[in-house]
């Protein structure tokens, strides 16, 4: 017995397989009465008993009947009938070869001819058409016992048959007999193939004089090379008293085995098949196979294939013109395989009609089911009647679908319901399948399309699609995208667009066979699109909020996806937005990972909003601004660069991005490093590395200019903070205390941050007054100069290191320390407030004043001379705290330069003062001629004081500037008083008056008869004096002398009056006494000298004089009558 018929085989059941317990027998069986042991006993004995007669009558008649046949039949007439049964078995000639026959014990007959060995071949072409095992014929026994041969059944084992030599033509074309004559497989052909094998079937059966035939394990061979075989494992066709031909069996095709069964009735007269129905189904098994390469391929990974089959086919013939058979095809798991991801898998009911006559396959319903989605539809396919010009056979189909639903598993979209026509051509010799027009029609749109798809053998289909849409809302166009067609664009658009409609669109593929799968992803010659949305909203991934109602193009090709975005709105979840213009998004190499897009969108909108979106990653602005959207005001625009994660397992810190925003009205409420940003307009660019800020603000309601870079994430850049301030002096004690005792008036003042707690400043001090009141110096406004210091700050107070002021002519160089905004101390190791300058100056906070020690070699003290000697006492320093504090000064200078180019060495000086009143000064130094020279200038009870004693009278002056053309003598100046009101008394002794240009004016303007020198002539460049005197008045801005004389050998003069006003005026009047020496004995007579003298002119001869206008230069006038007025006379003709 064939143990192939007993192979393991996996079964699967459907839903509609299993039964209702109740409706099986022993359900509906009536319960049976127990019978009585005893009888139980009794009938058990007596069917033992029976069963053993019949099995010793059943033996005993075959052995006889073997006996008798044995004895009635010969050997050659088993050999004739058995190639008599095979001959009409095959319908052709044929020629036996038997390796031996036997009789033996069939299972259904009792005695069976078999034939070991067998093999049949054509008698035409020696072909061979079978070769056996084994043919078992079963021998009826009625005949058999008369002497005759009657085979009642046959069985074929171990075979192979040549399927090809079977036909009476041969040949390899096993389709031959469905094709018409343009080779097309016929509807009507197919009909007629059908029922005549089934004619043939009954025929056969007859001629043979057999009622069954069983194959077992026979193998038919393909028509030709490269076809696989049929595995039969079991075939039964039996013939019934009825007429009916019953048949059921197990066979394989390949890998695939399957089932079939059905039954035939054929009427009286044999003319016509009146009932035909047969059932094939192919079982779910573990491989699926390629159906374009017959290759098999392991399960989970299958190319194309059928996961399970069923085929069912039933039919008649109405008459010997008229046959209709109608099809029902089943598949389950059925699965298409372009190349994952492009693999699709589903199930498909189909049932079709072929009726003579129409040369048509009508298929009357469809449905394919895939995922969530579902196409019904119905339509004909036949061999075209008209075939094109070319004149290629070729077959026409039309289709249409209604009550369709879309909904492809990976779409988040709902169903679509559609309704579809489809139209085209197939052509067996091209193997190429064409979609001339494909017209799909949803609720609220409509979408054109084209298609074809070649076949070549060992390859994936080659497909072409040209899919258009002229309006129709983006949910469903997303349905439509054809799941092979640019996987990564597709299922980026299905993820991320959402909303709106699609207008003027297309999509094309272009592939040649075997380009789908082969692992090489499709370029942008082979598949593109593109897709203009309207009021669409773009996910742009992460955390990142969406683009809505945003219009903009959606291109592909190949693995590149390009989206542009002309118009949108960025909604946060707080409520704010951003417009969003001109922006682009673009994915590079989609099947790559990791797998990144590239951002590029224009922004614009509220501050809170744009830090808002800057706050999702990647940028992430909280890492580097510590305030929230909330602390923001003001307008800002700009673009966003951004490299976007399509996937959650990328790191952040590799991704690129770039923020550059421009903004006006900038507020921010929190301070920054102290100061309160208002009004900012500027830009601002961050990346990765940095963040870079360019602007104009008000920084505490200063006017500044900021240019800043911070190192971001660990970067090696240098931190820059550059911030020009445009201060005055009210502004800049609030950013810069403590520089008030040495700045006054505007100031660009520029920070540059080295470290968070050190910033680099540099203060152009072209506009400033810049002031040192404790050594008397000051630079005024319009004299360009710079200061640079690093500005460090920590609990102590502000310290300026390395502080350089710079300027044409001077410079310092030191470190100075501030302390709650006022100057605690100070180093200059390096001062040059003049050319000859060189000296040191310390500082130091001394109560509520400061103490300042100053060494060196050499001091211009110009300036401090000028500052000492003006009517404020000091120089018009910074204001603020320098005006109120107290000032010591200790200096000790090997040279000390004063105007005139007057140098005293030796010089010690000290001094105090409070602020800018006049403060208390003691010098002591040598003159150029080793003159000793001494000053004071304190203050006593509110008094102020000032006395000077020199022997060298004209160095003193020189130096102070009080008077230049003074050379020599001794002198004692005196000046006491409060209020600012100084007066007192100078006197002066043996000294020359050189170069006096008007003292020369008036010996000048003095008439030739008043001249009474030895030769009639007063050399006014060198005039000696035995005596100088003057009473001194002084008041701020005003000086006074009264009582003036000037005497001496040659000349004398009186004078009186203003010196100098506070306009600059000078107002003085004298009488001028040309020899003097002479002159005056007159004044010295009793009586007739106060006639002839004038009183305290003491002089003969003398001439008036007034000098008015501007003390600098003042314009002399002379009375030339009163040079012979005598004496007294004069006083009529003196200036009043």
């Known amino acids: 017995m064939n143990q192939d018929a007993f192979r393991h085989e996996k079964v699967r059941f459907r839903r509609g397989d299993y039964a209702a317990l109740e409706s099986y027998p022993s359900s509906c069986e009536p319960i049976r009465h127990v019978l009585r042991r005893p009888l139980r006993r009794q009938v058990v004995r007596w ?174 061979l393909p028509p030709r090379a490269g076809m696989r075989e049929l595995a039969i494992s079991r075939l039964v066709v039996s013939r019934e008293r009825s007429g009916h031909i019953l048949f ?32 094939l189904d192919v079982p779910w098994i573990e491989t699926s196979e390629d159906i374009t390469t017959n290759a098999l391929h392991p399960a989970g990974n299958p190319l194309t294939g059928i996961g399970s089959m069923k085929l069912s086919v039933t039919g008649s013939q109405s008459g010997k013109e008229g046959a209709a058979l109608t099809v029902v095809f089943d598949v389950d798991d059925a699965h298409l395989g372009l190349g994952s991801p492009d693999s699709m898998s589903g199930s498909a009911d189909i049932r079709a009609s072929l009726v003579s006559g129409t040369r048509a396959i009508v298929i009357e319903t469809g449905r394919i089911s895939t995922g969530r989605s579902s196409f019904n539809f119905r339509g004909i396919i036949g061999p075209d009647t008209q075939p094109q010009s070319s004149n290629e056979p070729t077959y026409h189909f039309r289709l249409e679908s ?22 085209g051509r197939y052509e067996p010799e091209a193997r190429r399948l064409t979609a001339d027009l494909i017209a799909i029609r949803t609720p609220n749109g409509e979408a054109m399309a084209s ?42 658009v299905l993820d991320n667009v959402f909303g709106g409609h699609v207008v003027d669109s297309s999509l094309r593929l272009r592939v040649p066979p075997g380009r789908l799968g082969n692992g090489v992803p499709l370029s942008d010659e082979e598949v593109s699109g593109r897709f203009e949305l309207m009021d669409t909203r773009f996910d742009v991934a992460g955390r990142i909020p969406p683009v809505r109602d945003s219009n903009g193009t959606v291109r592909f090709g190949g693995t590149n996806v390009d989206i542009a975005i002309s118009s949108g709105a960025v909604f946060m979840p707080s409520g704010r937005s951003v417009s969003a213009t001109e922006g682009s998004f673009a994915i590079r190499d989609i099947h790559i990972l990791p797998r990144i897009g590239k951002l590029d969108i224009k922004v614009k909108g509220e501050a809170p909003a744009v830090l808002e979106l800057a706050s999702y990653e990647p940028i992430n602005a909280s890492r580097f601004i510590d305030f929230k959207p909330e602390d923001l005001s003001g307008k800002v625009s700009g673009q966003v660069v951004a490299d976007i994660p399509l996937q959650a397992d990328i790191p952040t810190d590799k991704l690129d991005w770039r923020v550059a925003l421009d903004y006006e009205g900038l507020a921010i409420a929190k301070p920054i490093g102290g100061q309160m940003v208002t009004a900012a307009k500027g830009n601002l660019l961050v990346k990765p590395q940095s963040a870079n800020i360019q602007a104009e603000a008000r920084l505490n309601d200063v006017p500044a200019r900021i240019d800043i870079i911070e190192p971001l994430g660990g970067s090696p850049l240098s931190r820059k903070r550059d911030v020009e301030l445009q201060l005055d002096n009210q502004s800049r004690d609030k950013l810069v205390p403590g520089l008030s005792s040495m700045l006054s008036g505007p100031a660009t003042v520029t920070f540059d941050a080295v470290r968070q707690d050190q910033q680099k400043v540099s203060v152009d001090l072209t506009r400033t007054t810049l002031s040192l009141p404790w050594v008397g110096w000051r630079k005024g406004g319009g004299i360009p100069a ?31 320390n501030l302390t709650s905004g006022s100057l605690s101390s100070a180093r200059f190791d390096q001062v040059k407030l003049n050319r000859a300058d060189d000296f040191r100056v310390d500082i130091d906070r001394s109560g509520g004043g400061y103490a300042i020690t100053v060494r060196g070699a050499s001091l211009d003290a110009r300036s401090l001379v000028k500052r000492t000697l003006s009517e404020s006492g000091g120089g018009q320093g910074g204001g603020g705290s320098a005006e109120t504090a107290s000032v010591k000064l200790d200096a000790e200078l090997e040279t000390v330069t004063g105007f005139h180019g007057e140098k005293l060495s030796g010089v010690k000086l000290s001094y105090s003062s409070q602020g800018s009143s006049p403060g208390s000064m003691n010098i002591s130094a040598n003159s150029s001629s080793g003159a000793r020279i ?147 004995i007159f004044g010295e007579i009793p009586l007739i000298g106060q006639i002839l003298g004038n009183g305290r002119d003491r002089g003969l001869i003398g001439v008036t004089y007034r000098l008015t206008g501007k003390a600098a230069e003042p314009q002399l006038e002379v009375n030339p009558i009163s040079a012979i007025a005598p004496g007294i006379f004069r006083q009529i003709f003196e200036y009043r």
């Open 47 to 220: 069917s033992a008993h029976s069963m053993g007669g019949l099995i010793a009558l059943a033996i005993m008649l075959a052995a006889a009947l073997y006996v008798a046949g044995l004895a009635g039949v010969g050997s050659g007439r088993l050999r004739a009938e058995a190639e008599r049964a095979i001959a009409s078995l095959s319908g052709l000639d044929v020629n036996t070869e038997f390796g031996g026959t036997r009789l033996t014990v069939d299972r259904w007959r009792f005695l069976a001819l078999e034939i070991r060995d067998a093999k049949v071949v054509r008698t035409d072409n020696g072909q061979s058409l079978l070769e056996a095992g084994a043919i078992r014929f079963g021998v009826r026994v009625g005949p058999l016992l008369t002497g005759h041969v009657q085979l009642g059944s046959a069985t074929i084992s171990d075979a192979r048959i040549a399927a090809a030599d079977l036909r009476p033509s041969g040949g390899h074309e096993w389709n031959a007999a469905i094709k018409n004559d343009a080779g097309l497989i016929e509807p009507d052909m197919v009909n007629d193939a059908v029922f005549g094998a089934i004619h043939r079937a009954f025929d056969l059966v007859a001629a043979a004089g057999t009622k069954s035939l069983e194959l077992n394990n026979v193998v038919l």
């Open 248 to 279: 059921e069996g197990n066979a394989a095709f390949g890998e695939r085995a399957f089932a079939i069964e059905g039954s035939a009735t054929r009427s009286s007269d044999g003319e016509r098949i009146e009932a035909l129905t047969a059932v």
């Open 402 to 423: 209604g009550g369709s639903t879309v909904a492809p598993l990976d779409s988040p979209e709902a169903a679509l319901p559609v309704l579809a026509r489809i139209a």
């Open 451 to 492: 298609a074809a798809a070649t076949f070549e053998k060992g390859k994936s289909p080659g497909l072409s699609l040209a899919l258009s849409v002229a309006r129709m809302p983006t949910s469903e166009v997303k349905q439509l995208w054809p799941w092979f067609a640019a996987h990564g664009a597709r299922k980026w």
């Open 786 to 816: 710079k200061a640079t210091f690093l500005m460090e700050r920590d609990e102590a107070g502000i310290h300026l290191r390395d502080f350089r002021l710079s300027g044409e002519t001077f410079s310092a160089a030191g470190t100075i």
């Open 934 to 1080: 001494t000053a004071s200038d304190m203050m006593e009870d509110g008094r102020r004081t000032i006395r000077m004693q020199s022997v060298d009278a004209g160095a003193a002056l020189r130096f102070l500037d009080i008077y230049p053309h003074m050379q020599g003598g001794q002198i004692g100046l005196t000046l006491a008083g409060s209020g600012g009101k100084l007066s007192g008394q100078a006197d002066a002794r043996n000294f020359w008056i050189v170069n006096e240009p008007r003292l020369g004016s008036l010996v000048a303007a003095t008439p030739a008869e008043g001249r009474r020198g030895q030769d009639g002539q007063v050399d006014g460049s060198r005039v000696f004096f035995e005596r100088g005197f003057a009473v001194i008045e002084k008041q701020p801005g005003h000086l006074k002398l009264d009582r003036g004389v000037l005497r001496g050998p040659s000349i004398g003069t009186t004078f009186q009056g203003t010196l100098y006003d506070t306009e600059g005026n000078m107002a003085m009047t004298g009488t001028f006494m040309p020899a003097y020496g002479v002159n005056r």
